[in-house]
């Protein structure tokens, strides 16, 4: 069962203008991982947060984490058309083997 | 580039059929984690090797199985396919700091 759930499940933004994702999850974690997968390819790693850290930033992404509500957001600031994918949250725990539980994810479109 | 192989890329075959996909993780990691992404089901975690030995099973058919070998190369095995076993299947490896590298994934279509 997924243990993540992305919200918005799709969003449309301009170039230029900030994009938010939020996800929620059920159960306690260890980490919480955003991937990025573009159309049909492969998952590529964006960004790491522990339980006890509560924000994080790497270039134009950044992640909250609140652990007492059980959720993330991820920020993307100045978005391009370059953006454009879909985004996952995923949760490990150990465990299950820091298997990851991925949300169904946001598809972001960023028009020029 | 993750560092992370798999092989086919895609593969189509038909239902009954048994196939088998391939992985090898990054240099240096142990973990090797098996994933399937479908339309209905999104991203779902199937098995977690470390070091050759089965450490956690999420939803995984019993039509599947897999392996992972002395040398770390891991093996996902799907027999008596059906149509609805049509996806992506994805590994990933697991680094030090608790990422995964995920590798390019197989293309399964199942006719």
């Known amino acids: 069962s997924q243990q993540g759930e992305e919200d918005p499940q799709a969003l449309s933004i301009q170039e230029g203008e900030n994009a938010t994702m939020n996800c929620s999850y059920k159960?306690?974690?260890?980490?919480l991982q955003w991937y990025r997968q573009n159309s049909g390819r492969g998952l590529v790693h964006l960004i790491l947060?522990?339980?006890?850290?509560r924000e994080k930033h790497s270039g134009r992404l950044r992640v909250t984490l609140d652990t007492s509500k059980k959720s993330s957001s991820l920020l993307i600031t100045a978005s391009r058309a370059a953006d454009t994918a879909s985004y996952f949250c995923?949760?490990?725990?150990?465990?299950?083997?820091?298997?990851?539980?991925f949300g169904k994810g946001t598809s972001l479109l960023v028009t020029p | 580039d993750s560092g992370v192989t798999q092989t086919p890329k895609h593969l189509i075959t038909a239902t009954g059929q048994r196939v088998t996909l391939r992985c090898s993780p990054r240099?240096?990691?142990?973990?090797v984690y098996w994933y399937q992404q479908s339309l209905d089901q999104g991203l779902q975690f199937l098995i977690h090797?470390?070091?050759?030995?089965?450490?956690a099973k999420g939803n995984i058919l019993e039509r599947f199985s897999a392996q992972q070998f002395p040398d770390l190369h891991s093996e996902l095995n799907l027999s008596s396919l059906e149509l609805g076993d049509s996806a992506l299947y994805f590994c990933?490896?697991?680094?030090?700091?608790?990422?995964?590298?995920f590798g390019p994934g197989t293309r399964l279509t199942v006719l």
């Open positions: 090797y470390y070091n050759g030995e089965e450490r």
């Open positions: 995923a949760t490990d725990a150990a465990n299950s083997g820091y298997a990851l539980n």
């Open positions: 947060i522990r339980s006890n850290e």
């Open positions: 240099s240096g990691d142990l973990s």
């Open positions: 990933a490896s697991r680094g030090a700091g608790g990422l995964q590298f």
């Open positions: 159960t306690s974690i260890n980490n």
